[in-house]
């Protein structure tokens, strides 16, 4: 694989991503389709020129798959505590105008986090005629520490069926860690390689 | 000379006498002084008869000399058992007695010759009869022991020697131990058997030689060890991994339909199970088939199947599928992340050849999933090789870059984006890492089983590859009404996943065991305006250039080869912006006749003026899409003079409600020739009013939120050569660095338009600037 490869992958490449820019943005982000930037190459950087001067998109030039016709945008309402609701506002826009669409929210991990008594798990509704978006509010109460998750589903009626997506919103609580889900068992091989060994059934 | 003489004289004396003694040979001869000189008498003494071993004297001094000489005697044995004689040369010798064994005798015969100074001699003879009175026994070896395999013959040499002269041995080899064999010649020094079919754990014979040699029988053992035979098996079988389709109109994952497919091309290697040592290494077929010879018989081993593509030469390529998620402080760089394998259960090569299979299995627990998720790897990994496959047809040499393809059953959809601890914003390409990232939790979307969706990010490396993309990304969705590079790039993509999987319909499922998902028809594109800005176009317009299955006008086929050599070729060095005008317009020159006409139909379906088109897509008429009629999309390029006049050009949001900042007339293209190098200064001023506006200021204050910001970035075949992007409100002013005679392109956007904070809700959503360009 020595072939001189011809690197020329759009203005994505040559704009700068770092863990900074990770570490930098606060609990809020914008769903679905967020761009990550990518490292920069020999060329000129967007962001070196400006780098302090204007914040860059998150994912400004991600080469990603076509999205469902919604995207999510989210904030996390203060600083979220155990046993506290702690409320995140939500934007979900869609490019299908004005047909209502179907907003859920799933827990999956019921000794991290559990609805309000009063939080509907499911709502349905379409954009006010002069916006754009749909705006919701779900209140969570977090049961422990650690980066918890809501899963926040959309999904629209069209012609062709229901079509959906679906997203996670991250809920950081104190400063513990993702629970990560264990998938085999990593091992070294026979050249001290890193695997994960996976087992059939 | 004298001696000589006289002794023949003597013989024939001798002769015409016919003198016969005791002794013989004696003789008379005249001496020197004339007188004659007489002969001895020669007398070996009686005989004898002896025992065995004991010492024997020989005696002559009965021999004598007439005229008083003095005699010289000789002793020689002409007799019988050599032996060993001593003082030979006087009148008395000696020796031992040999070993004769009891019960035998032999007789020995010894003369003396007697003579005189003249030389006249005289021979007498003596018999000593030895008798046996006691037996020696023999000395036996059975040989040294042996190592041998089941079923060889085995040669048994056996040694024996026995000082009694006269015994005749016999030999004769019995079996002691061990599972019992038929000996051949066993009466004789040296048998031979044909060593049993022993167990893994091999056998000890034991044979015993019995030498008898008439009064004694003497014995020795020699021990045979017989081992397992060195079996040499061959192991082969074919590797599959389950392969979960989608339901109907892509909502959610069908798993009462699993498909057991086969694992192709991947790296299958036959593991020790005691050592952990790999015993060695293949790849599948492409029918999954696998196969090691001579692997040792009886050995526990199990099978692994690495998720990885590896192929030196030509074509040549290297793929490996690896989990991204490492939330330790100190993570090991992307590449050296764990690479996916399955491994099956240990079994036993025995002694034949056997055949084993592996399947890797989805995990799935009927209503999620309750085991190892073993199938995503090879999923991904199959849906790669069918995009390699595609490109092979239309360069069957192609060297493909390596490329990393990154999931995890933690790789969540969110934002923002955290690669380690699997927090991406979607499934996406970056090609500074030649990388895939894949969405994996089973709590909001997995990808491992959505192939298009594989293949769709696949199509991105090979842009990277292979060809060239000037797609500016972020956020899409069908429909949309999207940047003419991002169009193309994302219609590419989807249209190479149709065509390397055979199957126009791309899916994109979500939550498995839900229902959960969306679908594109690549073959019947029905969303949003059709045309160069909408992603379905572009994917339909590729996809019918391909397919043979005739819809509309779609009632030909070019195949993939004008398509790869368009895109590897004219469409990697365009002056312009990869769009479907650079890519259309290259790929008909490379076609003619019927082939012509066909691109033209399936362009012109999808409402592109085919017959005068260019890279520019100069000659486009107008749009139809709303909102606006289209503001500030046409002329796709504007000429941008390099005089210093100044021109006014316009962007908007009209078709960007998600305020992504990529959708179509957002971007402004610029197009600019320069015929001798020079320097050049950018001047960007907003002509449009941003008023004040009701929104708090951002906190903290870091920028004026309230305002315009023009960006420019110029490029030359792709790569950018300068760039405007300062943080100023409403205008922009840079300096370019030497740009050689060439032309360039450049884009002209509003930046507030994909800022992550948002512009006001008062804000615009059209902004107009006055632009020049002037030479330093």
Redesign the interface.
């Known amino acids: 694989?020595t072939?001189l490869?011809?690197?020329?992958?759009?203005?994505?490449?040559?704009i700068a991503?770092s863990a900074a820019?990770?570490v930098a943005?606060s609990a809020c982000?914008?769903?679905?389709?967020?761009?990550?930037g990518?490292?920069t190459?020999t060329?000129?950087?967007?962001n070196a020129?400006?780098v302090s001067?204007?914040?860059?998109?998150?994912?400004?030039?991600?080469?990603?798959?076509?999205?469902?016709?919604?995207?999510v945008s989210y904030k996390v309402i203060g600083t979220p505590i155990v046993g506290s609701p702690v409320t995140v506002e939500l934007r979900v826009?869609s490019?299908l105008g004005p047909r209502p669409l179907k907003v859920s929210y799933?827990i999956?991990d019921a000794s991290a986090m559990m609805f309000h008594e009063a939080q509907p798990s499911e709502v349905e509704m379409a954009p006010a005629a002069n916006e754009?978006?749909i705006a919701q509010q779900v209140t969570v109460v977090p049961q422990r520490e650690g980066?918890l998750?809501l899963?926040v589903?959309a999904?629209v009626e069209t012609d062709?069926?229901?079509?959906?997506?679906?997203?996670?919103?991250?809920i950081q609580v104190g400063s513990g860690?993702?629970d990560?889900?264990e998938?085999?068992e990593?091992q070294l091989?026979?050249n001290g390689?890193?695997?994960?060994?996976?087992?059939?059934? | 000379m004298t001696s000589r003489f006289y002794s023949r004289v003597a013989v024939f004396a001798m002769s015409v006498l016919g003198l016969a003694a005791c002794g013989g040979g004696g003789s008379d001869s005249p001496d020197n002084n004339g007188t004659t000189n007489r002969a001895p008498t020669a007398n070996a003494g009686m005989d004898q008869s002896v025992d065995e071993q004991t010492s024997i004297t020989l005696d002559g001094t009965g021999s004598s000399d007439p005229d008083g000489d003095n005699l010289t005697y000789t002793w020689t044995q002409t007799g019988g058992e050599s032996v060993a004689l001593a003082n030979g040369s006087t009148a008395q010798a000696s020796f031992d007695a040999p070993d004769v064994g009891i019960g035998s005798s032999t007789t020995l015969t010894f003369q003396l010759r007697v003579a005189d100074p003249s030389g006249a001699s005289n021979t007498s003879n003596t018999d000593v009869v030895v008798n046996g009175v006691s037996n020696s026994e023999p000395t036996v070896s059975a040989g040294a022991d042996q190592a041998v395999t089941e079923l060889a013959t085995v040669n048994l040499s056996g040694t024996a020697s026995d000082t009694d002269i006269g015994d005749a041995l016999t030999y004769t080899w019995t079996q002691t131990s061990g599972t019992g064999v038929s000996l051949t010649n066993g009466d004789a020094a040296n048998a031979s058997f044909v060593a049993p079919d022993v167990g893994i754990a091999g056998e000890t014979l034991t044979f015993q030689l019995s030498v008898n040699d008439g009064t004694a029988v003497i014995t020795d053992s020699v021990n045979v060890t017989v081992a397992e035979a060195a079996v040499v098996v061959t192991v082969s079988g074919t590797v599959f991994y389950e392969f979960v389709p989608p339901n109907d109109s892509c909502r959610g994952l069908n798993f009462d339909d699993i498909q057991t497919r086969p694992i192709r091309a991947a790296t299958v290697q036959l593991i020790d199970a005691g050592s952990g040592n790999m015993l060695g290494t293949t790849v599948a077929g492409d029918n999954g088939g696998y196969s090691f010879s001579n692997v040792d018989g009886n050995l526990d081993v199990r099978l692994r199947v690495r998720a990885e593509l590896k192929r030196t030469g030509s074509p040549g390529w290297d793929v490996e599928v690896r989990d991204n998620v490492d939330t330790s402080s100190n993570p090991p760089p992307l590449g050296s992340r764990p690479l996916y394998v399955v491994e099956g259960a240990n079994f036993n090569t025995g002694g034949a050849d056997v055949t084993r299979d592996l399947t890797a299995t989805t995990g799935w627990g009927g209503s999620s999933y309750t085991g190892s998720r073993a199938a995503a790897p090879f999923a991904i990994l199959d849906a790669i090789y069918s995009g390699m496959q595609l490109v092979l047809t239309a360069d069957a040499n192609a060297d493909f870059a390596p490329m990393d393809a990154f999931w995890s059953v933690n790789n969540t959809s969110t934002s923002p984006p955290d690669i380690d601890a699997g927090e991406l914003p979607t499934s996406f390409y970056r090609g500074d890492l030649d990388s895939l990232f894949l969405l994996g939790d089973a709590g909001t979307d997995t990808e491992e089983f959505d192939d298009h969706v594989v293949v769709h990010e696949w199509g991105h490396y090979f842009e990277d590859a292979f060809s060239r993309s000037d797609s500016i990304g972020g956020s899409h969705s069908v429909g949309q009404s999207i940047d003419a590079r991002l169009a193309f790039g994302e219609g590419w993509a989807t249209a190479l996943a149709a065509m390397a999987l055979d199957d126009p319909q791309y899916c994109d499922t979500f939550v498995p065991g839900t229902s959960g998902g969306f679908g594109i028809d690549t073959e019947n594109n029905n969303s949003g305006s059709q045309g160069w800005f909408n992603e379905m176009s572009v994917a339909t317009f590729l996809y019918d250039l391909w397919d043979t299955n005739p819809d509309g006008s779609d009632t030909n086929s070019i195949g993939f080869g004008p398509i790869f050599n368009a895109m590897a070729g004219p469409q990697l060095n365009t002056n312009a912006f990869t769009t479907l005008f650079s890519f259309a317009t290259e790929l008909r020159s490379m076609v003619n006749g019927a082939e012509l006409a066909f691109v033209d139909a399936q362009l012109a379906r999808e409402n592109i003026e085919a017959t005068s088109i260019d890279i520019w897509g100069t000659t486009q008429g107008s749009i139809t899409t709303s909102p606006n009629q289209a503001r500030d999309v046409l002329p796709l390029y504007t000429t941008l003079p390099t005089d210093g006049t100044t021109i006014n050009i316009c962007t908007n949001s009209d078709y960007d409600s998600g305020r992504d900042g990529n959708k179509l007339a957002e971007y402004r293209y610029l197009r600019f020739t320069t015929t001798s190098a020079a320097a050049y200064t950018v001047t960007i001023t907003t002509t449009t009013p941003t008023p004040p506006t009701s929104d708090p200021p951002p906190t903290p204050p870091d920028v004026i939120r309230d305002q315009s910001d023009p960006d420019m970035f110029i490029y030359r075949s792709g790569g950018i050569v300068a760039v405007g992007n300062g943080p100023n409100e409403n205008s922009e002013v840079f300096t370019t660095q030497t740009l050689p005679a060439d032309t360039y392109v450049a884009d002209l956007q509003e930046w507030r338009f994909e800022d992550e904070d948002g512009a006001s809700s008062d804000f615009p959503e059209q902004i107009c600037f006055d632009v020049s360009m002037s030479p330093l």
């Open positions: 694989m072939r490869r011809v690197k020329i992958m759009n203005r994505a490449k040559t991503f820019v990770t943005l982000g914008k769903g679905d389709m967020e761009e990550t990518v490292e190459e060329k000129l950087s967007k020129l400006e001067a204007k914040p860059e998109p998150d994912f400004d030039g991600t080469i990603a798959k076509p999205g469902s016709p919604f995207s826009t490019t799933r999956n754009k978006f980066r998750y899963n589903g999904s062709d069926g229901s079509m959906s997506s679906m997203m996670a919103i991250p860690g993702r990560l889900e998938n085999g990593v091989d026979e390689e890193a695997i994960r060994v996976l087992t059939p059934e």
